[in-house]
């Protein structure tokens, strides 16, 4: 049997030409052959049913027509770059970009451009892949992911449910008191009265504003909603987390310490999501005491090195077992009776999607201390 290369050399011009359109026009990516202007010279059919035009309607004009803003406008200049320099910044190494059909409408592509001559022209080959069907698959595990992460936010709600009755029943209930007695001064009169109704009103209304923070920031943790990461303060985010996550921890007998350094730099997060990791890292924290002799979590916020902070959640429990250890991040991995086992994997892939790490350890004074960290960015580069 011949070999390949026999094949194709035994092949003549006009063979040549028609395997190529063949190969050109069956091929399942879109092929676009460009000048060293721009102006297309080839549009095979993939790249039809890709962008919705005609060869006619395309060839000899400038490709930057299947491109929406900015890249329009700036392709010329990126061509032109390529032939004084010689840089490459695609050609040879291909690259994910947006493109826009006839209609206008857009799509995600994969593009591959490579570089040749005919017949002593400088053209530009440029092999379309369309990413559609990839980026709907990735939208979609976006969405069930926001879906789990907004019930386990649920659950969580579910089990603080209890712990915020109480907490909100004591500023309403200062607020009842204080009115009462701002009633029973008035009623009493006398030179004093307007002076200690005012100061009985002041105090009734500092405790309606915590209640309402309680509220707001119980309705900030529940409420459904994509993920938005903003330069935050790292500090501010873990004080209102503690406000919320240890809620009713005071009736447990435990006594919480805060250390939190006060040079840390922004940090670029989603507030509530952290937000979620803190309380399901604390509440673990304050059930490991439930038989402990000293009740004790420390809450700490640190920069251990320039490119990272850190935050630790360290309890005086009993510690865990190490046979334990080794599957606290996995899905379905409880010791709990009415547990999911769910908590601490979705903490993990939280922390991981900031491009972060988290992990547990056993403290020397015993105990466990569960840590992350997440990478400091520069506003300049946020």
């Not at 392709?75 to 206008?104: P, W």
């Not at 009755?165 to 009115?179: D, G, I, K």
């Not at 500092?206 to 994509?226: C, H, P, Y």
């Not at 009776?337 to 350890?361: F, P």
């Amino acid at each position: 049997m011949p070999s390949p290369d026999l094949v194709s050399t035994s092949l003549s011009e006009a063979d040549h030409e028609v395997l190529f359109r063949t190969v050109i026009n069956t091929a399942v990516d879109g092929i676009i052959v460009i000048d060293e202007a721009g102006r297309m010279l080839l549009f095979n059919r993939a790249a039809e049913n890709l962008f919705g035009y005609t060869p006619p309607e395309v060839l000899g004009r400038n490709v930057d027509m299947l491109m929406p803003e900015p890249y329009r406008s700036r392709h010329d200049s990126f061509l032109q770059r390529y032939m004084t320099t010689g840089e490459k910044r695609i050609i040879g190494i291909g690259r994910e970009v947006t493109a826009q059909r006839k209609d206008g409408s857009t799509f995600p592509m994969y593009l591959s451009v490579g570089e040749g001559r005919v017949r002593g022209m400088r053209v530009f080959l440029g092999i379309i892949h369309d990413l559609t069907d990839r980026t709907s698959r990735e939208r979609d595990f976006q969405e069930l992911q926001n879906e789990l992460l907004h019930a386990l936010r649920l659950t969580a709600m579910g089990q603080l449910t209890s712990a915020l009755a109480h907490e909100l029943n004591q500023p309403l209930t200062a607020v009842m008191n204080y009115l009462n007695a701002a009633r029973r001064t008035l009623d009493a009169g006398g030179e004093q009265a307007i002076g200690r109704v005012r100061e009985f009103m002041d105090k009734a209304v500092s405790q309606t504003q915590r209640a309402g923070q309680i509220i707001r920031r119980l309705r900030n943790f529940i409420e459904k909603r994509d993920s938005d990461r903003q330069l935050e303060d790292l500090n501010s985010c873990v004080e209102e987390a503690i406000a919320l996550g240890l809620v009713g921890a005071p009736d447990r007998d435990v006594r919480i310490t805060t250390e939190l350094a006060n040079d840390l730099p922004p940090v670029m997060i989603d507030r509530i999501q952290l937000q979620q990791v803190m309380i399901n890292l604390m509440r673990n924290a304050v059930e490991a005491l439930e038989s402990a002799t000293e009740r004790k979590i420390l809450i700490r916020t640190q920069r251990p090195a320039p490119d990272f902070v850190q935050v630790s959640v360290t309890d005086s429990g009993p510690g865990i077992p190490p046979d334990i250890v080794s599957n606290l991040f996995i899905p379905f991995s409880t010791t709990k009776a009415k547990g999911l086992g769910m908590g601490l994997t979705i903490c993990k892939a939280i922390i991981e999607a900031h491009n972060g790490r988290i992990w547990v350890a056993a403290p020397k004074g015993g105990g466990a201390e569960f840590a992350f960290r997440l990478p400091v960015v520069e506003e300049t580069q946020a």
